[in-house]
């Protein structure tokens, strides 16, 4: 079988590897798309502090079960079906409490484990008990919008723990792929004022054609004030980051009102001598939540969202490429070109 394997920092070679034997206790996935995560082009060029080389990355994975092992009783072949990316250890006491993401034994398909960028994917005994294969249970859904499930489920992680209601006033900084899943969810969760800070006039404007009640560049000069206009002189009660720019925290904590929320959804990218007034959270009495990425529950969720047609991701779809084609869908996503490229297998 065709899998792209990162062999070092900057080196993805297509290769053919041996076709996965399917245990009593395994499932075999035929991988039919897997979305390109910045994560993975962060991988390809620079490394992860949980990446061992070589590597096949991918972790938003959408496929077929073309095997099953005698001994596995809850799927059956040609089920449609997400991998959640995360194989957690069941026993701690964040699994138990529904906080897989946050297991200090998790390991991650496409870090820890090979991912999605391959043919075919195994699900062993222990992915299979952390309960990773979510059932399609929507025969209109697309192969490719069910790859959304897993960056869904990380906007659905944070927007869970900022506990918004229907008059927040939501600030999202960041136009990107991740910036209108948060809109998307935030809309299908009844919040009526969602507003847009983006540099790029041209993802200023589609935000604003895909739902943003309002949309900002950041750079104007009484942006408090027209902030306040739009509000209704509220102010801003919750900004979420979307992107890892120091600048962008920096201007969350400055628009925020006085006890509003900073939801910390994306890290900061290290080696940059920007870094924000955190004064301000001291001063203004900021809640800061932070999130990391997502639990199986949360997957489940994201996945009704698009089941239901609550979400609709479909626009977000801007690329398609062959596996042969990765790095070229690296560099789409490198360019800022669209908002997601996908690596499709119809084979």
């Known amino acids: 079988m065709k899998a792209v394997v990162l062999e070092k920092p900057g080196e993805l070679v297509l290769r053919e590897l041996e076709m996965p034997v399917c245990g009593a206790s395994e499932l075999l996935v035929r991988v039919r798309a897997c979305n390109i995560c910045r994560t993975d082009l962060k991988c390809a060029t620079v490394g992860q502090r949980d990446l061992v080389y070589p590597r096949v990355l991918g972790h938003e994975i959408a496929g077929e079960i073309i095997a099953k092992g005698s001994q596995v009783a809850r799927h059956r072949v040609g089920q449609r079906v997400h991998i959640h990316p995360g194989i957690s250890c069941g026993k701690c006491q964040y699994c138990k409490k529904g906080q897989d993401n ?13 991912g999605g960028f391959q043919e075919i994917i195994k699900i062993d005994q222990k992915a299979l008990r952390s309960k990773v294969v979510n059932l399609i249970n929507s025969k209109y859904l697309t192969y490719e919008e069910i790859t959304f499930i897993e960056p869904l489920a990380c906007c659905v992680n944070i927007q869970d723990r900022l506990k918004m209601n229907y008059d927040s006033v939501l600030v999202i900084i960041g ?18 004022k969602v507003i847009l800070i983006e540099e790029n006039e041209g993802r200023r404007n589609r935000g604003k054609a895909l739902g943003f009640d309002a949309v900002f560049s950041g750079r104007e000069p009484d942006l408090l004030n027209q902030l306040k206009r739009c509000t209704n002189n509220r102010g801003v009660d919750v900004v979420i980051p979307c992107c890892p720019e120091p600048a962008a925290l920096d201007l969350a904590v400055q628009i925020l009102r006085k006890r509003g929320t900073l939801g910390y959804f994306s890290g900061i990218t290290k080696g940059q001598d920007a870094y924000p007034d955190i004064n301000q959270i001291h001063y203004k009495e900021i809640s800061v939540v932070g999130s990391y990425g997502c639990s199986v529950g949360h997957s489940r969720k994201a996945k009704a969202f698009l089941e239901s047609k609550k979400v609709y991701v479909k626009p ?9 084609d990765l790095a070229t869908g690296m560099d789409y996503l490198r360019n800022g070109d669209g908002y997601s490229t996908i690596v499709v297998m119809n084979k």
Do not use: H, P, W, Y
């Open 316 to 324: 977000l779809i801007s690329r398609r490429v062959e596996l042969e």
């Open 102 to 114: 946050l297991c200090d034994q998790i390991k991650i398909m496409g870090f820890n484990f090979d």
């Open 175 to 192: 136009g990107g792929r991740l910036g209108l899943l948060n809109l998307f969810l935030a809309k299908a969760e009844r919040v009526t």
